[in-house]
């Protein structure tokens, strides 16, 4: 079964260094979004692709975090320097089309000490 | 700006009962609903979706849409521990189809 991949699952780090997330969505999802999810809340968009192009970054906080889809197919985010208030779930999905049908990964956990 | 209202609970409900879980949503142009379901831990997963008024059915869980009030439930019947989990309500923007989810409710069944 197709699945939307992320790594890493789980990271730790120190307040000001950088991270990274990668995500590859599921063969032929020409749109892949980025969620934050904190703890008690539910996700928030950061950023969506249709294939290799932002249609919209309006919440991604642009000062410390980008995003990249080079090829059109995965996606890296990046945060740098990380703030304690960065400590989330951070969520890959894809859809085939816009349908309102999300394929999520497994997500990326991430805590800042 | 869109909101999508959930009470975050915890609702518990013995097994075997009805779970009704509602969802309220600011934005009267919105034509299309979602229920994801979120275990502890784990990634939002589709369960249901409804575009038309009145009830829509599939297994255990039927979805019920009320344009006019602007409300959006989910009844879960015959409730397993299984389905213990939080159900997010997200409501697409009309072109892009970018979700705004709720900050979902927590259901809790017990044995």
């Known amino acids: 079964e197709a699945e939307v991949a992320q790594s890493p699952r789980y990271k730790i780090t120190e307040k000001s260094q950088a991270v990274a997330f990668w995500c590859d969505p599921i063969s032929g999802h020409a749109t892949l979004y980025w969620y934050r999810q904190i703890l008690g809340q539910g996700p928030e968009l950061l950023v969506q692709f249709q294939d290799e192009s932002v249609v919209d970054d309006s919440q991604l906080p642009k000062d410390r975090f980008s995003a990249e889809r080079l090829k059109g197919v995965d996606s890296t985010l990046k945060i740098q320097p990380a703030e304690l208030g960065d400590s989330a779930m951070y969520l890959c999905?894809?859809?085939?089309?816009?349908?309102?049908?999300?394929?999520f990964g497994e997500g990326s956990r991430l805590t800042v000490l | 700006q869109k909101e999508v209202e959930q009470n975050s609970g915890p609702l518990s409900v013995p097994e075997g009962a009805i779970a009704s879980l509602n969802c309220t949503y600011s934005d009267r142009g919105s034509q299309s609903f979602f229920w994801y379901r979120q275990y502890s831990g784990k990634s939002p997963e589709l369960i249901m979706f409804i575009y038309s008024n009145g009830d829509k059915e599939d297994g255990r869980f039927t979805a019920q849409l009320n344009k006019a009030s602007q409300y959006v439930s989910l009844l879960i019947r015959d409730s397993q521990p299984s389905d213990s989990a939080t159900y997010l309500c997200?409501?697409?923007?009309?072109?892009?189809?970018?979700?705004?989810f709720g900050k979902g409710t927590k259901l809790s069944v017990i044995p």
């Open positions: 997200a409501v697409p923007a009309p072109l892009s189809y970018q979700l705004t």
């Open positions: 999905a894809s859809s085939l089309a816009s349908t309102g049908e999300l394929f």
